[in-house]
C-alpha cells in the first residue's frame, strides 16, 4: 500500500507540480510543516503508535491528527517515493536539552537525493521542526522560512544546529547510514509504551505557520515569533487545553475517557522543561 498522493496534497493544501524538483521539495515540505502538528495524544492516552502505510495515512491524513518524527517522515518518505524522489530513512541521538549526554538513536530524518546532491528532511522534530530543506554541506549557514540552520562535521557524522536567539544550538547528530522501516520499530515501541517515555508522561504538540511556531509543552503554550518575540500562557483546565489543540495546533482531537483523563492529568501540571524529538 502506498499513501493517497491525492488525499495528503488536501491535507496539507499543495497544489504545485508533483515532479522531483527542488522546488517542489521546498513547497511540499513548507506545506506539511504548516498543515500537520507535532503531537503524542496517542501515547499520552495509552494508545501505542503504528507505523503502518495504512495507519499513517488513516490518523495523520483522513483523521486529521498529527504525530510525532517516526510518523511525518515515514509518511513523507513514501509521498517523495511516489513522485520519484530517491529517499532514506536515518537515524539521529537527540542532543537538545541534553548537554554532554550520550541518548540512543531515537529520531528519525531523512537524505534526498536530486541532481547529483544530497539534501536532509525532517518533518518531525517538535517545536524547531525543519520548515525548508537543507543542503548537506558542512559549515554552510541556510535560510529556512523560519530560523537559519547549518551543519557541522565531526568525523563521520553531522550535528544539525538552529540559530536561536542569535545563538547555535544543536538539535541532534547523525550519520548516512540508511535505516529500513523495520529498524523503527522497536524505538516507536519504547517511546510510545514504556512508562518513562516522555511521549507517554509528557504532553507535546508544536506547528509552524509563516512567521511564527505554536509549542504546547503539558499546559504551556508558547508563541514564538520568528522577529524573537515570544508569548506564553499557562492553560488552566482540559477544555482550555481541548481547544487550543483544535485551533492553535489544528488537531482533530479523538473524545475518549482515556483522552479527558489524560488533559485533565496534564491541565494539573506545573513548570515542564521545554522539548521536541
Known amino acids: 500500500m502506498s499513501i493517497d498522493l491525492a488525499a495528503y496534497f488536501a491535507r496539507i493544501g499543495y497544489t504545485g507540480a508533483r515532479t522531483a524538483t527542488l522546488q517542489a521539495l521546498r513547497e511540499i515540505v513548507s506545506a506539511h510543516t504548516r498543515a500537520i502538528p507535532f503531537e503524542n495524544l496517542d501515547p499520552l492516552s495509552g494508545r501505542p503508535v503504528e507505523l503502518s502505510i495504512?495507519?499513517?495515512?488513516?490518523?495523520?491524513?483522513?483523521?486529521?491528527?498529527?504525530?510525532?518524527?517516526?510518523?511525518?517522515?515515514?509518511?513523507l518518505a513514501d509521498v517523495l517515493r511516489q513522485i520519484g524522489f530517491?529517499?532514506?530513512?536515518?537515524?539521529?541521538?537527540?542532543?537538545?536539552?541534553?548537554?554532554?549526554?550520550?541518548?540512543?538513536?531515537?529520531?528519525m530524518l531523512l537524505c534526498v537525493r536530486l541532481d547529483g546532491h544530497a539534501h536532509i528532511v525532517d518533518v518531525g522534530f517538535g517545536g524547531l521542526t525543519l520548515t525548508g530543506v537543507l543542503r548537506l554541506e558542512p559549515g554552510l549557514e541556510q535560510v529556512t522560512p523560519h530560523e537559519p540552520f547549518r551543519l557541522l562535521r565531526e568525523a563521520d557524522e553531522y550535528i544539525l544546529q538552529a540559530q536561536v536567539l542569535e545563538r547555535w544550538r544543536a538539535l541532534y547528530r547523525f550519520d548516512?547510514?540508511?535505516?529500513?522501516?523495520?529498524?523503527?520499530?522497536?524505538?516507536?515501541?519504547?517511546?510510545?509504551?514504556?512508562?518513562?517515555?516522555?511521549?507517554?508522561?509528557?504532553?507535546?504538540?508544536?506547528?509552524?505557520?509563516?512567521?511564527?511556531?505554536?509549542?504546547?509543552?503539558?499546559?504551556?503554550?508558547?508563541?514564538?515569533?520568528?522577529?524573537?518575540?515570544s508569548t506564553r500562557s499557562v492553560l488552566g483546565s482540559a477544555a482550555e487545553?481541548?481547544?487550543?489543540?483544535?485551533?492553535?495546533?489544528?488537531?482533530?482531537?479523538?473524545?475518549?475517557?482515556?483522552?479527558?483523563?489524560?488533559?485533565?492529568?496534564?491541565?494539573a501540571t506545573r513548570e515542564p522543561r521545554e522539548a521536541a524529538g
Open 54 to 75: 495504512a495507519a499513517l495515512q488513516s490518523k495523520l491524513v483522513h483523521e486529521r491528527r498529527g504525530g510525532y518524527c517516526f510518523e511525518h517522515n515515514l509518511l
Open 86 to 107: 530517491e529517499v532514506t530513512g536515518l537515524a539521529a541521538r537527540v542532543l537538545w536539552n541534553a548537554p554532554g549526554a550520550v541518548l540512543p538513536r531515537t529520531h
Open 176 to 229: 548516512l547510514q540508511a535505516q529500513a522501516a523495520v529498524d523503527y520499530e522497536p524505538v516507536n515501541w519504547y517511546l510510545s509504551t514504556h512508562p518513562r517515555s516522555k511521549f507517554v508522561t509528557t504532553l507535546v504538540a508544536a506547528r509552524a505557520e509563516p512567521g511564527r511556531r505554536f509549542a504546547l509543552l503539558n499546559n504551556r503554550l508558547s508563541v514564538h515569533e520568528v522577529n524573537g518575540l
Open 241 to 267: 487545553l481541548r481547544a487550543v489543540l483544535e485551533n492553535e495546533f489544528r488537531i482533530d482531537v479523538p473524545r475518549s475517557a482515556c483522552m479527558e483523563e489524560a488533559l485533565e492529568r496534564i491541565a
